[in-house]
């Protein structure tokens, strides 16, 4: 006699943001559904600045747990957000919410994502010293991460200083993280070279310098596709190892789709498929 099966859980969760039509979220979601066993509808959708609690309002009425949030919106999730995680408070922006009675509560998953990354890659950041250029919301949301795994120093370079020191003292509670602007380059020798600078989607790399990398050095371009192609370029030229950020593009969906489900899926074959099919 056949047992009766159970009835597969569903999720609705979408991703909010503008522009949205790029994202690769709801294929990356509906390939960590196919993993769980889970019926996932995740879908983009487009919401422009100062329309968020709106939109989120829809999804809610349609039965929605889950969204992640991309730019414009991440500071808007955080403010609109009943209950905020540490590291939200301390990024000042949220790339996920997640459903309660009592509203919606704020995480960030950007950094547990660019570590499990660079794990995955042999370039733990635990007891190591890292370069990061550039200061904006992507250094803001990968730094708590970075000095939680153990990174033994870290050194933020912007154009405008004043932001990289006001990030590092920010954090300076964390650990061994300074500030300063890229006429301080290049610095001592550190073990991983960040760029979370926005200059790839100019067709343009950050100042870099071999004597910014120790020997065994290796460097991570937190963009991917195009965008991170100046920086692989420069590097490949150098001999030095370097990746691009796609990794934790699928490693933070992977920490939002286990705060959503309470599964962890598996990032490799979800970026295997995304690494196929890319650009
Ligand atoms: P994100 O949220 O992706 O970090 P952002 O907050 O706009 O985007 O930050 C972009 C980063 O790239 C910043 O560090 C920015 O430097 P400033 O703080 O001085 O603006 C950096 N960046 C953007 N355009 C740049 C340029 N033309 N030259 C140097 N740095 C640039």
């Known amino acids: 006699m056949s047992q009766p099966s159970a009835p597969t859980r569903a999720y609705r969760l979408a991703v909010f943001g503008a522009p949205i039509k790029q994202s690769k979220s709801p294929l990356i979601h509906t390939m960590f559904?196919?993993?769980?066993?889970?019926?996932?509808?995740?879908?983009?959708?487009?919401?422009?600045?100062?329309?968020?609690?709106?939109?989120?309002?829809?999804?809610?009425?349609?039965?929605?747990?889950?969204?992640?949030?991309?730019?414009?919106?991440k500071q808007e999730a955080m403010?609109?957000?009943?209950?905020?995680?540490?590291?939200?408070?301390?990024?000042?922006?949220?790339?996920?919410?997640?459903?309660?009675?009592?509203?919606w509560r704020a995480d960030t998953t950007d950094g547990a994502g660019l570590v499990a990354d660079l794990e995955r890659l042999g370039l733990s950041p635990g007891g190591v010293s890292i370069h990061i250029l550039g200061a904006g919301?992507?250094?803001?949301?990968?730094?708590?991460?970075?000095?939680?795994?153990?990174?033994?120093?870290?050194?933020?370079?912007?154009?405008?200083?004043?932001?990289?020191?006001?990030l590092a003292e920010a954090h300076a509670d964390l650990g061994e993280v300074k500030g300063q602007g890229f006429d301080a380059l290049p610095g001592r020798a550190a073990d991983l070279?960040?760029?979370?600078?926005?200059?790839?989607?100019?067709?343009?790399?950050p100042p870099l310098h071999r004597?910014?990398?120790?020997?065994?050095a290796a460097c991570y371009d937190l963009n991917y596709g195009t965008?991170?192609?100046p920086v692989l370029a420069w590097c490949a030229e150098q001999g030095i190892p370097a990746f691009d950020g796609l990794g934790m593009l699928v490693g933070q969906a992977a920490v939002s789709f286990e705060t959503w489900t309470g599964f962890r899926p598996d990032p490799a074959p979800v970026l295997q498929a995304l690494g196929d099919a890319e650009f």
């Open 33 to 73: 559904g196919q993993q769980a066993g889970l019926e996932i509808h995740y879908d983009a959708r487009e919401a422009p600045a100062g329309t968020l609690a709106e939109a989120l309002g829809v999804l809610a009425a349609e039965g929605g747990v889950g969204a992640n949030i991309t730019a414009p919106l």
């Open 79 to 103: 403010r609109l957000a009943t209950s905020v995680s540490s590291r939200v408070r301390r990024a000042g922006a949220a790339n996920t919410l997640s459903l309660t009675e009592n509203g």
């Open 137 to 166: 919301g992507a250094t803001a949301g990968i730094l708590a991460a970075l000095l939680e795994a153990g990174a033994r120093r870290v050194d933020i370079y912007n154009r405008t200083a004043a932001t990289a020191v006001a």
């Open 193 to 205: 070279v960040l760029n979370a600078t926005s200059l790839g989607h100019h067709g343009q790399a």
């Open 211 to 216: 004597e910014m990398f120790a020997n065994g």
């Open 227 to 229: 965008a991170a192609a």
